[in-house]
């Protein structure tokens, strides 16, 4: 890193700090008993017991709730919902104070950030482009291409949940930066072929906008939209190997604007995988030919994740790769045929039917994989991470990371 960028991400950092100080400081301190009503998502997948579930959410205000609800209805990881309850306050491990509601009133809110205004048009499309992947294909295979294409989780049943969260890959059914990725570059190669290079990099760049409202606003579709949009920039200014920078600068956009961001674990997942994803690779540089690029993939984003996965989910697949592996091969060809049918549905409808019949093969292995895996029982069972074992993990691997980096300059 030169001087002027080091100087400069030194700035950025102070603004930063600043920022994040000044949110923080700023909040009305809550009071024990005090009632709350609010809308919020399920930060990390539900713990469920004999008796009860517990999870957390966030505030408005960005403080972390443990939430202590029935076994039934079962809930999931990002559902979205709406609360209300009592609150007060616990010694966890008997050294940090936490907020806790027990049994409060829950009612689903149904994912669909797209109501009112200008977006009422979008929001039409959104709900046509439903309708027709649910009347082609069956209720878990429609399920899987929304929640694939659109990250839309919706006529999953329980059962085929539980298998994904079991085998380690929910990640394939919310909106994820892959999603923006592939987008992106299939609406690039398609543009390219037809138009001069710097406007099929900013039509692909309003693509990336359009897609980002489809999936109704995700967070993770928010970080990753403008990752890539600051990387198609960068390619117009003919600066293409800044994938790190775009990172921080994407990290440092999201938390200025949305402070409570940095107690997200959407947001933790998503920077922490592609960190990983940019870096890791580089310590299997001699054995690349040797590995897949899905493996490759597959693990650095496993490695990078593993401690905030354990310290939010309590639990871990020793199969998840190898399913990740089986599996990851067909999203790409999944996202692309249901982008292709979501457009065509609105030029001749039974066109697109088609185009999904294609996709049942695809969706049947990757149902019957995640499904076979996930009756071996392979689920590793974690009630507690210290954050300082986190924290040396993460200094471990930085420090071997930037080694490697090292030798392979020399």
């Not at 999953?156 to 923006?180: C, P, Q, R, W, Y």
Request: net charge positive; with cysteine; glycine share 6%.
């Amino acid at each position: 890193m030169s001087k002027p960028v080091f100087f400069f991400v030194l700035i950025l950092s102070a603004f930063l700090a600043l920022r994040l100080g000044i949110f923080y400081s700023s909040k009305t301190p809550y009071k024990e008993g005090e009632r709350v009503n609010f809308t919020s998502h399920v930060l990390s997948e539900p713990k469920v017991y004999k008796s009860y579930q517990s999870f957390s959410v966030e505030t408005p205000d960005g403080d972390r709730i443990f939430v202590k609800a029935e076994t039934y209805p079962e809930y999931h990881f990002q559902d979205r919902m709406s609360i209300s309850g009592n609150l007060k306050f616990r010694l966890l491990n008997g050294k940090v104070q936490i907020l806790t509601m027990d049994y409060p009133k829950i009612s689903l809110v149904k994912s669909n950030n797209l109501q009112g205004g200008g977006l009422a048009v979008v929001n039409a499309i959104r709900q046509k482009i439903i309708n027709t992947f649910q009347t082609t294909l069956s209720k878990d295979s429609s399920g899987l291409m929304l929640g694939i294409v659109f990250g839309i989780k919706q006529n999953l049943s329980s059962d085929f949940l539980n298998d994904l969260k079991e085998t380690g890959v929910m990640h394939i059914i919310a909106a994820s930066g892959m999603n923006v990725t592939i987008v992106a570059g299939f609406l690039f190669y398609f543009f390219s072929l037809v138009l001069k290079r710097q406007i099929a990099i900013f039509v692909s760049i309003l693509g990336i906008l359009f897609y980002a409202m489809l999936a109704g606003f995700e967070a993770s579709i928010v970080r990753a939209s403008v990752m890539g949009i600051i990387a198609f920039s960068s390619q117009i200014l003919g600066k293409q190997q800044y994938g790190f920078y775009a990172l921080l600068l994407t990290g440092f956009l999201m938390l200025f604007v949305w402070p409570k961001y940095l107690t997200d674990i959407g947001f933790q997942l998503s920077f922490a995988a592609t960190a990983g994803i940019l870096f890791i690779p580089t310590l299997f540089k001699k054995r690349q030919n040797l590995l897949s690029e899905d493996f490759l993939t597959t693990f650095s984003a496993q490695a990078a994740t593993m401690p905030i996965i354990l310290s939010n989910f309590g639990t871990y697949s020793v199969w998840s790769i190898v399913v990740n592996v089986l599996v990851l091969w067909t999203v790409p060809f999944l996202m692309i045929l249901g982008g292709i049918a979501a457009i065509i549905s609105f030029i001749f409808e039974p066109l697109a039917r088609l185009v999904l019949y294609i996709c049942i093969p695809f969706l049947v292995y990757l149902e019957k994989t995640v499904g076979f895996f996930a009756n071996l029982n392979g689920k590793i069972l974690i009630e507690n991470v210290p954050w300082q074992l986190s924290v040396s993990y993460y200094l471990f691997l930085s420090s071997v990371v930037i080694f490697s980096l090292r030798k392979n300059n020399e």
